[in-house]
């Protein structure tokens, strides 16, 4: 009988064959098979360890036009960063559907910033306005990074204002994020300089909205990825309000989002005021921006979809340029 053979990627590895612009168009391609039907993804099943300071997720999904299976598991810890470790520890497994044979195991952490980058860039491209010069990155860590990569794929951004509550850890991000987009990143000294961004990207994961409904101006796209739990938010109720709304997954926003949950509970909107989801927008089925003073929010939670269309595409990159380690179990 032959024995599985399963490639092994770690994150350095899977940064040398994954780009921002390929990650992005594969985004298209996960949601649309979502908006096709030919996803199966049932909600995350999560653990609270409360005694840890932290959470367990775990996300299954099936795609049946590429025949793979995949798992990605999520470990959060909130006293990590104290300890000098990162906040989230994550793998995904991928399998071949048709064999059930396993195919690869690989870092989850490089799969999710890239997948929650790439879907910001999609949406950034079909909602945000075509003249956007100037973004803003609330959070700075690692998310922080790949969203505004992902915006300045989807728009010639030529300034981006980070805001940080650790002062040293926003200049430090200015320094990196300017000499690798080669773009002008400055630390925001005042929420108001919210007012001259064209894009926001929240990545934090804040309990309460992360920036005044008075700081956004007409005309703005925000993407709020941060938050994933109905205790978390960080778009102000009032700017949802005021919001052409486009979900990831109507489902699993309605269930998962704080940001839109919080919303409905305080009587600012109801659930139809979500507008549609990214597949409908993709297909054609719901008007995207219809003039530059809209405000346009893309909330996403994350679906189990997206990393699995991402690992897939590193799988292939991977095989094809020699890189990851095989092994047998």
């Known amino acids: 009988m032959e024995k599985n053979k399963i490639r092994v990627l770690s994150g350095q590895e899977l940064s040398k064959v994954l780009t921002m612009k390929d990650c992005i168009n594969a985004m298209k391609d996960a949601f649309s098979a979502l908006w096709k039907g030919e996803v199966e993804v049932p909600l995350r099943t999560g653990i609270d360890m409360v005694p840890d300071n932290g959470g367990a997720l775990f996300m299954p999904v099936y795609l049946s036009n590429i025949s793979r299976v995949g798992i990605k598991t999520v470990m959060i810890n909130k006293d990590n960063p104290g300890k000098g470790l990162p906040f989230i520890h994550a793998m995904v497994m991928l399998f071949d559907s048709h064999t059930g044979a396993p195919l690869a195991l690989m870092d989850g952490e490089?799969?999710?910033?890239?997948?929650?980058?790439?879907?910001?860039?999609?949406?950034?491209?079909?909602?945000?306005?075509?003249?956007?010069?100037?973004?803003?990155?609330?959070?700075?860590?690692?998310?922080?990074?790949?969203?505004?990569?992902?915006?300045?794929?989807?728009?010639?951004?030529?300034?981006?204002?980070?805001?940080?509550?650790?002062?040293?850890?926003?200049?430090?991000?200015?320094?990196k994020m300017s000499k690798k987009l080669e773009i002008e990143v400055v630390r925001a000294t005042s929420e108001k300089m919210l007012l001259k961004a064209d894009v926001v990207c929240t990545s934090t994961s804040s309990q309460k909205p992360v920036f005044d409904d008075a700081n956004i101006a007409n005309g703005t796209h925000i993407?709020?990825?941060?938050?994933?739990?109905?205790?978390?938010?960080?778009?102000?109720?009032?700017?949802?309000?005021?919001?052409?709304?486009?979900?990831?997954?109507?489902?699993?926003?309605?269930?998962?989002?704080?940001?839109?949950?919080?919303?409905?509970?305080?009587?600012?909107?109801?659930?139809?005021?979500?507008?549609?989801?990214?597949?409908?927008?993709?297909?054609?089925?719901?008007?995207?921006?219809?003039?530059?003073?809209?405000?346009?929010?893309?909330?996403?939670?994350?679906?189990?979809?997206?990393?699995?269309?991402?690992?897939?595409?590193?799988?292939?990159?991977?095989?094809?340029?020699?890189?990851?380690?095989?092994?047998?179990l």
Request: hydrophobic content about 40%; some cysteine; aromatic content about 4%.
């Open 110 to 175: 490089v799969i999710t910033a890239m997948r929650t980058g790439a879907v910001s860039g999609l949406a950034t491209t079909l909602l945000g306005r075509e003249d956007a010069k100037v973004a803003a990155v609330i959070g700075t860590g690692t998310q922080g990074e790949t969203q505004l990569e992902a915006v300045c794929c989807a728009r010639k951004i030529d300034r981006a204002y980070v805001f940080d509550l650790d002062r040293d850890r926003a200049e430090a991000y200015a320094v």
């Open 223 to 328: 993407n709020g990825v941060g938050s994933y739990r109905p205790d978390m938010a960080e778009i102000a109720p009032r700017t949802i309000q005021r919001a052409k709304v486009i979900v990831d997954q109507k489902k699993g926003c309605l269930s998962e989002a704080g940001d839109l949950i919080q919303a409905i509970q305080q009587g600012f909107i109801t659930a139809d005021h979500i507008h549609g989801e990214l597949g409908d927008v993709i297909n054609e089925s719901v008007p995207a921006r219809e003039n530059d003073r809209e405000i346009t929010v893309f909330k996403s939670v994350g679906i189990a979809v997206q990393d699995l269309v991402t690992a897939d595409l590193a799988l292939k990159l991977a095989k094809q340029a020699g890189i990851g380690r095989e092994i047998i």
